[in-house]
């Protein structure tokens, strides 16, 4: 066998070696299209659910607060009518210990607790307290305790304090408060405002 039938030979057995190393080529996978990310339903509901929980402890705080506020301002009421009731129970007891000193003949007496009375509020014990003092003499005094009175609508301090006026020479004071007390029905100063107008008719009229 000569040199050359053997390269030929060598070169045919290589070649049918790389044939069968090559195959078929490999088949490649395309890339897969990424899908779009769906929404995380679960996460968005958790989220509204808590809002929704924020929302409700707001609102039941402030339920809270608005209970708690009704109940101090009802709480408050309630003491304002009990300190009240306490001092109008504190009044009427001080001017019943007057009428009872004047009962026993204990006049100095029952002119402290009918002022200290007065004082207090009770408008009854300003005009006893006015009384004792226009009987004593002391008329300006007299006439402060029955205006105090006469404002709060007592009307026979209104009188009483006309008739003082009318006995000191106001009478055109003593008619202004006799008319007061008759615009309310009260009929002993609508006599005494008659009886002052009168008075004067009489004084103007020529004799």
């Known amino acids: 066998m000569t040199y050359i039938t053997m390269l030929a030979l060598v070169f045919s057995f290589t070649a049918c070696k790389l044939k069968k190393r090559k195959g078929p080529p490999i ?3 395309e890339p897969v299209a990424s899908m779009p990310a769906k929404p995380n339903i679960s ?3 958790d989220k509204k659910q808590e809002v929704k929980e924020e929302v409700s402890v707001v609102e039941s705080i402030q339920a809270e607060e608005k209970v708690e506020s009704a109940i101090a301002s009802k709480e408050l009421v309630t003491e304002a009518v009990q300190n009240t ?3 109008l129970s504190a009044m009427e007891k001080i001017f019943q210990l007057g009428r009872q000193a004047f009962a026993d003949g204990n006049v100095p007496m029952a002119k402290k607790h009918y002022l200290d009375a007065c004082q207090l509020g009770h408008f009854h014990a ?3 307290f006015a009384y004792f003092e226009q009987q004593a003499g002391n008329a300006t005094n007299a006439l402060r305790f029955y205006k105090v009175a ?7 301090s209104c009188n009483n304090f006309a008739l003082a006026s009318e006995q000191l020479g106001m009478l055109e004071q003593a008619k202004n408060f006799y008319a007061r007390a008759c615009l309310d029905k009260h009929s002993l100063s609508c006599s005494n405002l008659k009886r002052v107008m009168e008075l004067e008719r009489s004084q103007e009229s020529p004799r």
């Open 27 to 29: 088949a490649q996978e």
């Open 43 to 45: 996460n968005e509901f």
């Open 85 to 87: 009731q306490e001092e």
């Open 126 to 128: 300003c005009h006893k």
């Open 150 to 156: 006469c404002d709060q609508g007592i009307q026979k």
